[in-house]
């Protein structure tokens, strides 16, 4: 099916959507669970919206799924429309990799989930979490 409008005008309308994916929802909940607070969702650090931070700790946490973000242990790339997808996920890759970088000259720790992580074993990764919360772990 075409597209009833340009591709800057579909980008328009997505940069719009600010939907929370199941695994931040999951995620959430299980620092909830923990009686891990302090905090924040949909925060901005520059023009940067990490999915959590913690402020008091400068850690920006990112959930990543794994089809969105091209995990490297698990993505496929699609079989139909090739250029579209490989240039979709490949800007994807690109931004992250600018993002985290920035993050870090200004001083931000960065922890990065990957979907498929929370979904195999999420205690792993929520010790691993913590852990840099408490400052027991490097990034």
């Known amino acids: 099916m075409t597209d009833i409008w340009t591709p800057e005008k579909r980008s328009a309308v997505m940069s719009k959507i600010r939907g929370i994916t199941a695994p931040e929802k999951h995620l959430r909940a299980r620092l909830v669970q923990l009686g891990i607070g302090g905090f924040k969702i949909g925060a901005k650090i520059g023009k940067i919206t990490p999915d959590l931070i913690f402020p008091a700790q400068k850690i920006a946490v990112f959930v ?6 091209g995990c490297p242990r698990c993505y ?8 579209y997808w490989s240039a979709k996920i490949d800007m994807n890759i690109k931004r992250d990799k600018h993002q985290r970088r920035a993050l870090q000259r200004n001083g931000w ?6 979907e498929c992580q929370l979904e ?9 979490l913590v852990k840099l919360l408490k400052g027991k772990a490097g990034t």
């Open 76 to 83: 496929v790339r699609p079989k139909t429309h090739v250029k």
């Open 64 to 69: 990543d799924g794994c089809f969105w973000h």
């Open 120 to 128: 195999e074993n999420p205690s792993r990764q929520l010790t691993k």
């Open 109 to 114: 720790k960065i922890f990065r989930i990957w």
